[in-house]
Structures are given as structure tokens and as C-alpha cells.
């Protein structure tokens, strides 16, 4: 199955693609953008060429497992981007994802797309998949 994997921002998302058959995934890009009009452009030839049966959201949670002030807004994009694409979406705990991908480059402009891989690699190696 193919899956789209987002670590969303307020200026940018990282985006990153796998499959659950092959266990693999990739890195693809880091959208930058300037108003919520302007993502959805953005986002819609992602999903486009991609056409995943599930898209994943990094979810920020406090290392305490409570809410950080990005999860309302995170659980507003992942709501408006199940409803703009017809796509079930699931919240995955990024605890830690960023400063993992920070660890793996010294490219400030793939930091986001990695972490965006990480936390897809958290859910498939953490899931059941039919």
C-alpha cells in the first residue's frame, strides 16, 4: 500500500512517500508555504502522482505524552486534508522525529522531509498492515 507521510509546519511540510509491502521509504520534498490557499495547491500534485490509500501526519506531542500548541492545529490539517483528498489520514507521535533528522543531515533544508520519513518509518514498522 502506498502511503504519503507529512511533518507539518506553519511556513513549511516536510513530505514523504513509502510502501508497506516493501517496508521502504523516501524522502521528497519540503513545501513551502505562505497561506493555507497556497499548501492546498501545493499538496495536490503530491497526491496526485503519488496516490496514496493513507496519508500520515506527524502528531507533536510534550515528551510527557501531552499536547503541544502545534497538535490543534496539526489535527485541523489532518481533518481538512481526509476531507480535500477522500483519504483516511493518521496522527503519528513525531516525538523526537526533528531532532532525529537533525542528527542524519546538515542540509537545514531536508530536516523536514526526514523527519517526514521518520515518522512514516515509526508507523510501518509499528503497525499491522492489511
Known sequence: MQVVAFDFGTAKVGVAVGNTETRTSSPISTIKYKS???????????????????????????????ESTLSNLV????????????????????????????SLTANLEEIDQIAAKIILDTWINNSEHS
Open 75 to 102: 489535527k485541523t490539517f489532518a481533518t481538512k486534508v481526509e476531507k480535500q483528498f477522500a483519504i483516511k489520514v493518521l496522527l503519528v507521535d513525531e516525538r523526537l522525529s526533528s531532532r532525529e533528522a537533525r
Open 36 to 66: 493555507h490557499k497556497h499548501l492546498w495547491d501545493l499538496l495536490q500534485p503530491i497526491i496526485t502522482e503519488w496516490e496514496p490509500k493513507l496519508i500520515v501526519v506527524g502528531f507533536p506531542l510534550h515528551m510527557d505524552g501531552e
